[in-house]
């Protein structure tokens, strides 16, 4: 099967799921459905074949192109978004919990220091699934201000509060498609890698559109930030509104900042603009938006390696101790280490193959990974030169979305918990880590061919 085919199947897999309506996959929304009520199994079986073929066409198409135009790529790409926006979100849960910050906001509870158990009885608060029941919102000031137009338009009706925040990620998704694809229509190969990392990427489509994950708004900020920073006013704009949606999106802006290093003036009017921005978001919010981030900024995700090590050392030295902030520290050392092989191995030295750099850096070195994490290096990367990185970012993406196998607690059939306790906590950990310790590998290899390879004799004069 050739991987146009691949990336066509996972695509229509993934609309196939949102079409069967309420499952093991797609929580219930309460609005219209075919009232199939497929069984969990057949539910989660097409979401792993479309991981599958989305892993195979996305890898095929990165390794040996593809027959149809990049034109086409887009197109179809933005179609099938906004085809799932019109779906009930699959894969994960996390939508719940937006409505209910949403609907938090709308009847004038702080979503930063209430859950959804603090409205009991409520339509919206109370479909927010375990255990995100008593978490408060760790999303920043403008991703709280969407959800609450989406919770002021849908007033006391879920299925309308998500469709109104279906819309608005699927708008970022394809805005950021055109982005890319206008940024690079003047080199047909980076148009088409750009289309096949972006808009037509099948695990894109699941996990951002189908999964209707906040990351999306972030990333459309700052892809146009990047894009914007021969005007740094708008630019600093922009990355100050993508930090305010998701505080990680923020690594994004060391790119333009190393690129105007020599340019203090611009630099100042960037940075002072992106600061603004955000400080301002979260004076309205209050500090108490802070609290929150800070207390999550420690956790570890199962599937991250950093989790095996943990247990590692609470094995050897005792079980006193959760080791975060050893593991924080190493985690930080890993990122830079890995960036700066990635620095020295990859062409170009401007904001974007800087913002690229350490975009791919963070989401392999991070000890809290989640598989939408992802789409913010691949939007990068998108931008910078191409190079076996979107190889290894595909599988990093392969991986996660296969050990998330869904993304969700409720409603998983028993005879299924081997997909968390053996793919998400035990295979995948050791998969990421063979993967990290080979991307360093090759960027450190890379470099040093770089280094010794003879360089082209000077013209005579």
Known sequence: MSASLCTAASVLLTIVIGLLGPSAVVPDLGGPSLGLAPGPHLVIGLAAAAIVLGGLGLLGGLAYGSRLPPRLLVVL???????????????????????????????????YTHGAADLPGDPIAGAVEEPWREEASVYGPVATAVQALAGWVGGGSLWLTVLVLALVNAAAFIATGLLLDRFTRDDPARRLRAALLWTANPLLLYQLVAGMHVDTLAIACMVAALLARSRPAGS?????????????????????????????????????VALAVVVAGYALTGLAALEPVSRTSKAISHASYWKTFQGMLQALVGEGSAYRGEIQVASLLVLALLAWALFRALPGRDALAVAAVLSVAYVFATPYILPWYDGLA??????????????????????????????????????????????RQQVAPWALLALTLAL?????????RARTRPQPAAPPR
């Open 236 to 272: 600093g704009l922009l990355l100050g509104l993508g930090v305010a949606v998701k505080l990680n999106a923020g690594i994004v802006a060391l790119g333009p900042a190393w690129e105007l290093r020599r340019r203090p003036g611009r630099l100042v009017v960037m940075a002072g």
């Open 77 to 111: 790409g933005c179609t099938a978004a906004a085809v799932l926006a019109f779906l009930p979100p699959s894969g994960s849960a996390d939508h719940l919990n937006y409505a209910a910050y949403g609907r938090m906001v709308a009847l004038g509870v702080d979503p």
């Open 440 to 448: 360093a590998g090759w960027a450190w290899t890379t470099a040093a």
């Open 378 to 423: 691949f939007a990068m990367v998108a931008m910078a030169g191409a190079s076996l990185v979107d190889r290894f970012l595909a599988g990093h993406l392969v991986i996660l979305s296969l050990a998330y196998l869904p993304a969700r607690v409720e409603m998983q059939p028993t005879d299924l918990e081997w997909l968390r306790t053996v793919i």
